[in-house]
């Protein structure tokens, strides 16, 4: 049940989609580039696991970059996106392959080559595999926070992240979740708000949104204003967040 709510809604992937470009290599990682490369502030968005090539997650990323960020999508995922009709490999095969904990690994360097460039604070903002947590597996984003590798997080739809480890999250972070959520339902966001008002040394955002279900911020149909809409709306508050605290 958890694996087909996190993966409903498939995107109709595209290695050509978006303004920006693909480079093979950024921080050791084939990448979706988009913005001034002098940009002294820079954001890292990663997908959730239908990967870099989702038009709409491309989208996000050229409109953060519209905003004065060099933005970068890695392929965490390395070419091999789930595939949900593919009934010889469910999800919990397909996880045993592209763990988050491996995903949080391989963010370090991409952090790196960011500060390298000349950006002076890193942003993430991870969605649902992105910001996500399975038994023993890592949350990229959640990591990268609990690490204090980047100087702000944006956690959307989180699956699976533990109130413990949002009490070890170090940089500002914005948690934005759906009304509709079986995976992070809004009892278990309000959870992660009681335990971050406990550490008044992080600043934070936790918002509900309504009338939207798990995926809502990424995986929406461009065709359906409304849902545009909420997607913006989840955008606009993520730029926010990073407006605020990447200086």
């Known amino acids: 049940m ?12 595209s290695a050509t989609s978006g303004e920006g470009t693909v480079v093979d290599d950024f921080g050791g990682i084939k990448s979706y580039i988009a913005g001034s490369v002098d940009s002294k502030r820079a954001v890292i968005l990663i997908s959730d696991v239908y990967g870099f090539e989702a038009p709409n997650l491309r989208k996000i990323a050229d409109k953060v970059a519209a905003c ?3 933005a970068v999508v890695p392929d965490f995922i390395h070419g091999d996106p789930f595939n949900l009709d593919d009934s010889t490999r469910p999800f919990p095969v397909w996880l ?15 952090v790196a080559a960011l500060k390298e460039k000349g950006a002076s604070s890193v942003g993430a903002a991870g969605y649902c ?7 023993k597996l890592a949350k990229v984003v959640t990591e990268l926070a609990k690490a204090a590798k980047i100087q702000a997080a ?7 992240v533990s109130v ?10 914005a ?3 759906a009304e509709t959520d079986h995976l992070s339902p809004p009892e278990l966001v309000k959870q992660y708000e009681e335990a971050l008002a406990e550490k008044s040394e992080v600043d934070y955002f936790v918002k509900i949104f309504p009338g939207v279900a798990h995926g809502w911020a990424v995986r929406y149909n461009a065709d359906d204003a409304t849902a545009v809409q909420k997607a ?16």
């Open 2 to 13: 958890a694996s087909s709510l996190c993966c409903s809604n498939p995107p109709n992937l």
């Open 68 to 70: 004065g960020y060099f």
């Open 96 to 110: 045993q392959s592209h763990t988050t904990e491996k995903g949080f690994e391989e963010a370090k360097p991409v």
């Open 129 to 135: 595999w992105g910001g996500m947590c399975s038994c």
């Open 154 to 160: 944006v956690l959307l739809h989180p699956s699976l």
């Open 164 to 173: 413990d480890d949002i009490r070890e999250v170090k940089c500002p972070i």
């Open 175 to 177: 948690i934005l979740g």
């Open 232 to 247: 913006d709306e989840a955008r606009n508050d993520m730029v926010g967040w990073f407006n605020k605290h990447l200086v």
